[in-house]
Every structure is written in C-alpha cells, then in structure tokens.
C-alpha cells in the first residue's frame, strides 16, 4: 500500500481482498501524444480537468478522436460550449454499439448541430506547437485543433492482478464466477477490470459500464458480508442521449450475431413516443434481431426523441426472459395518450420481426 | 342487421362473425339522472357531447362521480378549463387500481389542483331545475352542478350475445378461448365485451382496455385470414398522466393477493427519474409485491414525475416472465444520467422487496 500524501510504503494484510481497479482509457502511442490539450476521460478528475481547461483557454478548435458514447457525448457538450467540433472514427459509422442503419440516424443529427464527422479515417498522429496540440492529422487529412478528447475505448487495468498471478480471461480482465470470485482464494473482484458472462451469447465479454459496476459492488458486498449473492451476467444494455435524440441499445447486433454463427431477422419500425395526436409526439424508430426459425430474441436498439431511451428497458427485460418475437406481441405493456401510442412501438417492431421469420 | 340512417332492416348471413359490442358506462339509475347536463364517457361522440357542451354553456361547477382513471382524467381536463370541479369517490381513496398507499400521492396532487375530493361518500341523487341539472347529492352533502360527468365505470355489452345464447362469463363479459373464439362455432368476440384470462392469477377477469382490444382485434384478424394466433392473456397494464404525475400499474394489487389467499410482501422506494445532479430530476416512487417466501413478482406500481409512467412496462415484463424480485435486481437496465439514476428504479424497489422475503 502506498500512502499517496506522502509516498510512504507498508504492507497491509488482509482477510478478504476486492480488485476494483477499473479501467484506463486507450491512448494510442503516437507522435505527439503527451502534447499538452489532450485529454481522455475516465473518471471524474479526468473530466474536471477538461472543463478547467475550456474555461482557462476558452479552446475554439476540438477534435475527438473516437465516436463511441464518450465521444459522441463529449461532441454535445463541446458544441454547447460554442466550440467547432470535430469527430475522427475508424469505422464506416460512429456509435458501433449499434448496427449501422441505427448509428446513421444519431450521424444525422450530430451533423445537423455542426459536428464535422469524418467516418473511415484512423488517426495517425498530433501537431504540436510549444509542446501543446496544434493539429490531428488522420490518413486524409490535417484538422486544426486547440483541444483533443481521446474517446477510442478503455482497457481493464489489471496489471495489479496479473502480478499477483490471479488469471485473466478476455482482453486482459480477470476471470471471477458469479459470486464474483477470482481463480484466487479470498480474492474478490468487480466493476470495469473483470470478465463478464453474455447472457445472450453465452460466451465472456468486456463491458465496462457503470451499471454493471454498481450490481457487482452489492454482489460482493453481499458475500463477504456473509449473506449469498450472484450476479448473472451482462447484455449490454446502454442508452445515451444526442443532441435531441436517445439512443438505446441492448443484447446483440447483427455483427455480433453473424460472428456466432447465428443466422437472424431483423424488423424495424418507425413509430410516435406519444398518441399520433399529442402535441409533442416525437418519432421513434425500433429494430429487433431475432433469431432465425426460432424467433427467439437477440437484440434490440432504439433511436427516437425524448422519451424514447428507456423503451429499451422493455427488450432487455424480455431478452433476460428469452421469449420469442412472436410472444412480444401480446406483451401487456401500457398505453395512454400523454405515454404512448396504442401499439407501443417495441411491440409493432416485434410484429414486424415475427412476420419475417 | 339495421340501417342506422333509414331503419331499414335485413338480415345478413355470415361465415364467421365478430362481435365488438365493447362495454357500456355504468349510469345508476337514481332520481335525475335523465337530467340535461349529465354525461358518461365512452367513446369518441360522448367525449365530443362534453366538450360541446363546456364550449357552449360555459359550466362553472362540475361534479364528477367516480374517482377511477375515466374520473380523474376528466378533472384534470375541467380544471383547464378554468372550472371548479368535485370528485365523489365511494372508496376510503381514488384511483383503485392502485394501493391506496400509493393512490393517495395522486390525490394530494389532485387536490392541490384545487379539485375537491370527496372520499367515502356515495353518490345518491341529481337535483334539478326545469330538467337541467342543479346539484349532486351524496350521503353528506348536496353540491352545486352545472354539469356532471358519471365515470363509475363500464359493463360489457353482451346484449346481443345474451340474445344469441353465446355463454357469457365473469361479469357477463362473453367467454373466449386463447384464440378468441366464442363457444359458439364460427362466431369470435374481441375487446370490451369479452372476459380475458389474467396471467397472474391466473383467473378470469375482465379489464376494459383500448390496449387489449386492439391486440385482440389483431388476433381474430389473423385467425379468420387463415393464420394462426393466440392472445394469452391481460395482466392490467395501465398508466395515467394526473396533472404533473404519472401512474402506472401492472398485475395485482394488495386486495387482490388477498383475495386470492396468497400471502406477500412489499417493498416501496422514492428514487428519482434521472441522475440527483441532472437538472430536472423528479421524484418516482415504485412499490412491487411478491410472493412470501417463493419471492415470485405479483404487481407493481408507479407513481411519479414526467418519466414515469412507462418504466411499468419493465416490471410487466418481468410479470410476464415469472422472475423473483431477487432475479430482478440484476436485471440489465439502461443507465445515463439524463434518463436514470445508476440503479434503476424498479431495481432498487426489487432490492427493498427482496430484502424483506
């Protein structure tokens, strides 16, 4: 143990030991990568530290590299601070959490607000001028910058645990069973540096979401308290706001899906969040994928106005219940005007799935 | 068959025939109550009756028998409209699809609208002047009326069915099987006029819902086209806005439990609908019942501010799903602090009720 006020060192013995050391956000070495203006964001200081710095330098030019949740997120709040924003993702769409035809509506609007997307462009290296950022060059071009947000991602920082011997499972996180238990006697861990179980592919995975964080703090909490806990495993469910729009996403996408060898169908809808004749009914688009022949459910993502978001809490429920698309249909899910259409638009999306399987 | 424009009748054969009668407002049949000025709500013409009139007469005292969601709903339109409005309910509290626990945040909300609730006091008679209505009579008080809405609720129309000898069942609504076929051959019923099966009681019942009678209009429809579905069943389902409120409630409720013999426990919790720190983060309380010792979800309800009313539809799909509130803690909900606290809700509600198994 290292006494961080005054550097001391001692060893400190324990009865029961819990690993939460969570995760480092990704910084690609390259040239000019400790320039002064780049930042990542993983935990609160991280994010003080950025808003210390928009307020000090008043930055006009952001890039972010990356379009996940954190990047897309930080694009919102950099473009309310007045500052033009700039997005760099590898991929061919932003928000790989959901499937492409989803992602390009939340593209849409992020560009509508004057985000500038480059899509397919990986980052190669930054400027630099004095030692600060002055630029990010990509393959395809050069993109003036006063401010860079690194958003590619985290990995779990388990260098602690793989010194100590305890075994890591999938992209370096340590492997723990439902009670959350690592390979090591008396050794505990949770949170965003362990495996997690899939329960809709069955197989581990690494999501580091602050939700799941929390459910394991209490399993573990739970066990060494002396009671009995478990937790399940993860799906992925995750919502975010953009702009004006919600996105939710759980359980698995097509990518996913085809990578497991499944085959599905897909059905998506484009509904109203309220009565077709309420003065703020906003639209709201709902996709499933389901599985081939069985129907059963794999995955589902929303795009929509406010309001839309939570509907994913519906799927995931029904997705950690493993009915099929068929048996959604006549889910007994609410209606009134203010809340809703008749059809609630997770049911007319599972509608459209079941008759294409 | 008869021509509603000329009188004319006929018969018309059929091969499969559809009964829709939907239910009727329940209008007790009391001194007055022929009076101009009285109106039910049942369909599209009632509603357009009493919004003709209110234009037209300009009312300014409106009573309104029946403190259900018909009743409450209608209070909240009247007092927009600038009226000073009463509401006699014969139960200790309004809203009795609810708990009165829970029902009696809606009421404190009601009244500080400056709607007068009259509890525990039974409607009695009309008074009248020259055929119009003048006042209301319960067994307490005489209250000045210039236009009264009855909202004690609806029967199922089975006149017709009655007369055909099609069996009828739990408050004369007609019986159906899953596909919703009458015991008559050939002939099918969907919607008000039917009983429907609930799926946690697993009893018969009979729910008046626009929700259930457009998936089970979906349902004959498929089957008379030559496809095949079932509609298996209702689990009451329903939400309300209530001024600045929202209701929900799914499955069953404290006196039904207890009418069914079972024994249960429940857990109430006041969370928030977004992040503590998110700007317009309002109060939600969620209260579950389960099963005593099995665990088994049996209901629960909503109460809250803007973002509430649709988070039920997470716990009628863990209804749905037969999970325990145990299995409900680890549920996958979405989290971002501009939809959710980092544990849902109804999460921390399963914990609190689980906690008390």
């Not at 480059?118 to 006063?146: H, L, M």
């Not at 799927?315 to 889910?331: C, R, S």
Request: proline content about 4%; overall charge negative.
């Amino acid at each position: 143990v290292i006494n961080l006020n005054n550097g001391e060192q001692r060893w400190e013995s324990y009865d029961q030991l819990v690993i939460a050391t969570g995760a480092l956000p990704i910084r690609p070495d390259v040239p000019g990568s400790d320039a002064a203006g780049i930042y990542a964001l993983s935990n609160l200081e991280s994010g003080i530290a950025v808003k210390e710095d928009v307020d000090r330098k008043k930055p006009q030019q952001a890039v972010i590299v990356g379009g996940g949740y954190i990047g897309i997120e930080m694009a919102e709040a950099l473009v309310d601070r007045g500052m033009d924003v700039s997005v760099i993702e590898m991929a061919p769409e932003i928000m790989g959490t959901l499937d492409p035809d989803m992602a390009a509506l939340l593209a849409k609007t992020v560009e509508r607000h004057g985000v500038h997307l480059y899509r397919e462009e990986s980052f190669e290296k930054i400027e630099t001028d004095n030692g600060a950022v002055r630029a990010v060059v990509t393959n395809k071009r050069t993109i003036p910058a006063d401010i860079v947000i690194m958003a590619i991602g985290v990995r779990p920082d388990t260098e602690l645990a793989r010194e100590a011997e305890i075994p890591l499972g999938f992209k370096d996180a340590i492997i723990v069973n439902d009670r959350l238990q690592t390979k090591v006697a008396n050794v505990w861990a949770a949170g965003d540096c362990v495996q997690s179980f899939h329960l809709v592919s069955r197989k581990p995975t690494y999501i580091a979401l602050g939700t799941v964080a929390n459910r394991q703090g209490r399993v573990i909490g739970a066990n060494i308290g002396g009671d009995y806990a478990v937790f399940p495993g993860v799906m992925g469910t995750a919502i975010c706001k953009i702009f004006d729009l919600e996105m939710g996403r759980t359980g698995l996408q097509e990518k996913e899906i085809r990578d497991l060898g499944l085959e599905f169908v897909s059905g998506t809808i484009t509904s109203l969040t309220q009565a077709e004749y309420y003065p703020d009914a906003g639209k709201i688009t709902v996709k499933l994928l389901a599985e081939r022949k069985t129907g059963r459910l794999l995955g589902g993502q929303i795009v929509g106005e406010r309001g839309s978001a939570k509907r994913i809490d519906t799927i995931a429920v029904a997705l950690h219940a493993g009915v099929t698309v068929e048996e959604m249909i006549n889910l007994d899910l609410s209606y009134a005007p203010p809340h809703s259409p008749v059809w609630d638009p997770v049911a007319t999306a599972a509608r459209k799935t079941a008759s294409m399987i």
